[in-house]
């Protein structure tokens, strides 16, 4: 299983919150507590699971979700909402809260029953097992998550901004955590975006922006990538190999390049720590930097015209107020 998942707060969070994303849900609710010992709680109100779904999908490790349930993401009773691609694959996130403690306690509701059990590691000779299961009638549909905190207890602060950071704004999708409501990321302070395909079909957007002109308060700085609306690894002011700016510096500092796709998921690391070592992200990282240098000579020029026009503003102030012979001199 994934270390990180299971080892970094931060990452086994926002690994359950993605999960409530692809559960179909509007709402996902996250309560961290103050001492070690207490309660972590994560609920949505997404499609839930039947005991039968969640054999198949959650106790199965490596579970393909692109392949048997595909890319779109389905709502509770069917309701008519905007298209969501899904982000999960390969299954392992749900078991995040293995971060946290050996075992955790589920309740999910779907088709009118609520499927409660506890996922343990600590049943011998098992690697991972389901015990206390039981089934009785239930009128709501979404899933709660529970855990002992025993370990890596996360700052609530903390991670309240690193979840606001990883996903983007989405009207019919609320997080909220300690039971304040979370402000995602928004693509305000644009001074550019242009629709762009790298030479293997890849649909990408690229967009220039300046937090000059911005309400972001991103931790992030550099080229982000975000796929169906999710952070892809951190940003940086790098692509592979390649280096643009050193982040200390107040062009860096100034200026973001986010590059939004839903059609990258394929070439994306199954913890989504970044890209894989393809062919594929090599011209998309190609198709980047032709964008970034051209924004870069646009903002170099516009800078410089800009500064001419205030020393020229400057100057005539000055002459303006200057003796006829300091005027000739």
Known sequence: MNSSITSQA????????????DAGATKVSVFIPDEYGDLLVIEDNGNGLTAEEFQERWMTLGYNKL?????????PDNKKRSPRIAYGRNGIGRHSLLCFNDEYHVI??????ELSLTVSTKVQGQAISVTNQNISPSSKHGTRLEVQVDRNLPNVDKIREIISSRFLHDPEFIIEVNKKQLSLD?????????????SDGYSITANFIDSKKSSRKSIYQGIAFWESGRLIGIPSWGLGTIFYLDGRTALAKRYTIV?????????????????????????????VSEYVNIMFEQTAKANLEETKAIVK?????????????????
């Open 186 to 198: 928004q693509l305000d302070g644009l001074l550019d975006t242009t629709e762009l395909k790298t």
């Open 259 to 287: 590059i939004q796709s839903n059609e990258l998921a394929e070439l994306v690391k199954e913890d989504w720590s970044g890209f894989k070592n393809t062919k594929e992200t090599e011209n998309l990282y190609q198709t």
């Open 313 to 329: 503003q400057e100057l005539a102030a000055k002459l303006k107020d200057a003796s006829p012979l300091a005027s000739m001199r």
């Open 10 to 21: 931060d990452i086994a969070l926002t690994e359950l919150v993605a999960n409530a994303w």
């Open 67 to 75: 392949l048997r349930q595909g890319k779109q993401v389905l709502f």
């Open 108 to 113: 999910t509701s779907k088709n009118g029953k």
